[in-house]
C-alpha cells in the first residue's frame, strides 16, 4: 500500500517555474514506478510524464518536452516535477500516480494522490 501526497503548485505567470512533489509513504517506494497526470477543468486527464523505479527511464508528453523535468530520491520516498516556461494551457489540477507494474498502462496504475492546482496566468 502506498499513500501519495502531491504538494508545490499554486499561481504564477505565463514563463514562470514551479516545482511538484508526490511525497510516499510505505518502505518500498523505490520499486514503484511513478506518473504524473494532469486535468484542467472540462477536459480529460491527461498524461504527463513517466519514471521508472530507478529512474533511469523516463518518459514525458510531447506538450511538455524540453519544459518540464521528472526525477525521483528514492531515499527521500519523493518524485519531482520541475516545470519551466509555464504556459497558460498547463494549468490543471496535476496528479501524482504509482504502482510496482511498470509494464501496466499508467492510466491504471494502483496509488494516485489528491492533486495539486497549478494555475498559469497569462
Known amino acids: 500500500q502506498v499513500h501519495l501526497v502531491e504538494s508545490g503548485g499554486g499561481l504564477v505567470q505565463a514563463g514562470d517555474s514551479l516545482r511538484l512533489s508526490c511525497a510516499a509513504s510505505?518502505?518500498?517506494?523505490?520499486?514503484?514506478?511513478v506518473a504524473w497526470f494532469r486535468q484542467a477543468p472540462g477536459k480529460e486527464r491527461e498524461f504527463v510524464v513517466a519514471?521508472?523505479?530507478?529512474?533511469?527511464?523516463?518518459r514525458y508528453a510531447d506538450s511538455v518536452k524540453g519544459r518540464f523535468t521528472i526525477s525521483r530520491d528514492n531515499a527521500k520516498n519523493r518524485v519531482y516535477l520541475q516545470m519551466n516556461s509555464l504556459k497558460p494551457e498547463d494549468t490543471a489540477v496535476y496528479y501524482c500516480?504509482?504502482?510496482?507494474?511498470?509494464?501496466?498502462?499508467?492510466?491504471?496504475?494502483?496509488?494516485w494522490g489528491q492533486g495539486t492546482q497549478v494555475t498559469v496566468s497569462s
Open positions: 519514471i521508472s523505479w530507478s529512474g533511469a527511464l523516463t
Open positions: 510505505g518502505r518500498t517506494f523505490g520499486s514503484y514506478a
Open positions: 500516480a504509482a504502482d510496482l507494474n511498470a509494464g501496466k498502462p499508467t492510466a491504471n496504475y494502483d496509488y
